[in-house]
T-cell receptor
Framework: DQQVKQNSPSLSVQEGRISILNCDYT??????FLWYKKYPAEGPTFLIS?????DKNEDGRFTVFLNKSAKHLSLHIVPSQPGDSAVYFC????????????FGTGTRLLVSP | DTGVSQDPRHKITKRGQNVTFRCDPI?????LYWYRQTLGQGPEFLTY????????KSRLLSDRFSAERPKGSFSTLEIQRTEQGDSAMYLC??????????????FGPGTRLTVT
């Protein structure tokens, strides 16, 4: 039972353009969402998060949008840079309790010069 | 850099042997998590510590797995009688948990286990 889904295994974008990574979830009890970036042989690195009381959160080149009615969130990277090439994981959690993260399967982003 | 550290980074062992991994969380973080990641999948939750108390275990954590966090500082994850299916990246994460707040989890570099 995959509660968090990233249906695009890969995405290729040119440098300077926008990257949009998508994520869907099925459990309506999730109320906290995070994006992590992962390089090979390293642990996931936290990028940005959003609480369900918001529909947008922005941090520099990264913006996360949350559509609760559609159970969908997206990560926008503008402008994309070659150093952004990595695997991006969407994760969902509950803001109460011990807050374990439920991850999607990841999207590999390739930003070409 | 005072991030999450894990040791060893790589471990190759023969089936049936016991292995132990160590995680040192960010010093002020009271919450510690273990996850496991296999190829093509996202990390999957294994267990959770609030200070020294192990408060939650996933059904993925069979009886061969045991985790400790003595004194609420570093944590160890031991796998007894390893099987080839245990081959994975074992990730440790820590966070600062305060009631009513959500705090991000920060991950270590992981320990890659290969069981031959």
């Amino acid at each position: 039972d995959q509660q968090v889904k990233q249906n695009s295994p890969s995405l290729s974008v040119q440098e300077g353009r926008i990257s949009i990574l998508n994520c869907d979830y099925t459990n309506s009890m999730f109320d906290y969402f995070l994006w992590y970036k992962k390089y090979p042989a390293e642990g996931p690195t936290f990028l940005i998060s959003i609480s369900s009381i918001k529909d947008k959160n922005e941090d520099g080149r990264f913006t996360v949008f949350l559509n609760k009615s559609a159970k969908h969130l997206s990560l926008h990277i503008v402008p994309s840079q070659p150093g952004d090439s990595a695997v991006y994981f969407c994760a969902a959690s509950y803001s109460t309790g011990f807050q374990k993260l439920v991850f999607g399967t990841g999207t590999r982003l390739l930003v070409s010069p | 850099d005072t991030g999450v550290s894990q040791d060893p980074r790589h471990k190759i062992t023969k089936r049936g042997q016991n292995v132990t991994f160590r995680c040192d969380p960010i010093s002020e973080h009271n919450r510690l998590y273990w996850y496991r990641q296999t190829l093509g999948q996202g990390p999957e939750f294994l267990t959770y510590f609030q200070n020294e108390a192990q408060l939650e275990k996933s059904r993925l954590l069979s009886d061969r797995f045991s985790a400790e966090r003595p004194k609420g500082s570093f944590s160890t994850l031991e796998i007894q009688r390893t099987e080839q299916g245990d081959s994975a990246m074992y990730l440790c994460a820590s966070s600062l948990g305060i009631r009513g707040e959500s705090y991000e989890q920060y991950f270590g570099p992981g320990t890659r286990l290969t069981v031959t």
